[in-house]
């Protein structure tokens, strides 16, 4: 980069789009590490939650008792029961799905953002190229179209007649 850099004489502006896709590049990187760290702490915080429900919950339902009583009667958990939890499962997955579709959808728009920061940064650097390889090539025809005239009285004297035959 730094040699096309100093080739066309652009160093700087060059070095400053540089500066700008790394930090696209970071931002993305930002993105998508959030997105796959949120799921985690949506399991987390669901975990916690049941744990803060056990405890409320715990003494009033006096399921020690009732834990004790079934580990000698074998008994299995009520309706009640097993519909709490279906329906706290369900809410969990609802809000956990939710947000996992959403930072997907952003990660996806942030690497489509990268890549067409990218080709706009290539074409860039290529119109610059194009150019610049243009002009100088007007520029030495010019200067060969200039040492090729005759110098002094023998030179033509163009008018506006003449110049619309050249067209």
């Known amino acids: 980069m730094i040699a096309v850099g100093d080739e066309t004489g652009d160093l700087d502006d060059l070095m400053q789009e540089v500066a700008e896709l790394y930090e696209r590049e970071v931002d993305y990187e930002v993105k998508t590490l959030a997105a796959q760290i ?4 949506i399991v987390f915080l669901g975990v916690m939650v049941l744990i803060l429900a056990l405890a409320v919950f715990l ?3 006096d399921l020690a ?11 299995g958990f009520t309706l009640i029961e097993l519909l709490i939890v279906i329906s706290i499962v369900a809410i969990l997955f609802g809000v956990g799905l939710e947000r996992l579709l959403r930072y997907q ?10 890549n067409v920061g990218a080709i706009n940064t290539a074409l860039n650097y290529e119109i610059r190229l194009v150019r610049r390889a243009w002009s100088a090539s007007r520029d030495r025809k010019r200067s060969r179209q200039k040492s090729d ?6 030179r033509r004297k163009t008018t506006w007649a003449s110049s619309i035959r050249r067209i």
């Open 149 to 154: 005239r005759p110098a002094g009285p023998a």
């Open 59 to 61: 003494p009033m339902w």
């Open 38 to 41: 949120e799921p985690i702490l």
């Open 105 to 114: 959808e952003m990660g996806e728009r942030a690497a489509v953002e990268q």
């Open 65 to 75: 008792q009732v834990a004790a009583q079934t580990l000698m009667r074998n008994r």
